[in-house]
């Protein structure tokens, strides 16, 4: 009977602090996948030498519901649409595919301060020159938000918690989950 009494509290002490475990991987998971995504498209428009794109595409067409699948391509008629007509020996008129990013867990959101696309320079800078953060927000528990943070560079870097109290933070202070 103790031995059964001992192995419920320990139960339910551990189970709450597991399910935190998990969603904090879940989001750290996520963040890594969005910023390995982020790095392959601006590489690609340095190595291509040619516009790069990242968003998410329904009928070839970017649209904000960041959320959903995310490619990357390159855009090689610079007309911001994803253009693939299967015709390989027509490379010309074709965009080219880097990577794709599978929708993130249902209920948890990504947004990209308003716009529907990171578009890459061919020297890899943003293009049209504005910074912005991927911020990626868990449904279950906001305070663990985590962001990458682009700047006009095209440079990325990962928000951290750098005062420790358990929320990530941009440089300037404040908290990634108050934009959630």
């Known amino acids: 009977m103790v031995t059964i009494v001992i192995a419920a509290i320990m139960v339910t002490i551990a189970v709450p ?18 910023n390995r995504l982020v790095l392959s498209a601006r590489n690609g ?29 390159i855009d090689q008629d610079n007309n911001g649409v994803y253009n693939n007509d299967g015709n390989d020996a027509n490379l010309i008129a074709n965009d ?3 990577k794709i990013k599978a929708a993130s867990t249902t209920g948890d959101s990504i947004t990209y301060a308003g716009q529907i696309s990171i578009r890459f320079a061919p020297t890899g800078a943003l293009s049209p020159a ?15 938000a985590r ?10 870097y990962l928000t951290s918690d750098a005062d420790n109290d358990g929320k990530d933070e941009f440089r300037n202070g404040g908290n990634v989950s108050d934009s959630c």
């Not at 504005?130 to 663990?144: K, M, R, W």
């Open 147 to 156: 962001a990458i943070v682009l700047s006009l560079s095209g440079r990325s």
């Open 45 to 73: 428009a340095i190595s291509f030498e040619q516009p790069a794109i990242i968003c998410p595409l329904v009928n070839g067409a970017c649209t904000a519901n960041w959320q959903n699948e995310l490619t990357a391509f």
């Open 17 to 34: 602090n597991m399910n935190d475990f998990i969603v904090k991987m879940r989001v750290d998971n996520e963040v890594s996948q969005l």
């Open 130 to 144: 504005v910074a912005g953060s991927l911020i990626y927000c868990p449904q279950s528990d906001t305070s663990l």
């Open 96 to 98: 080219k595919l880097i």
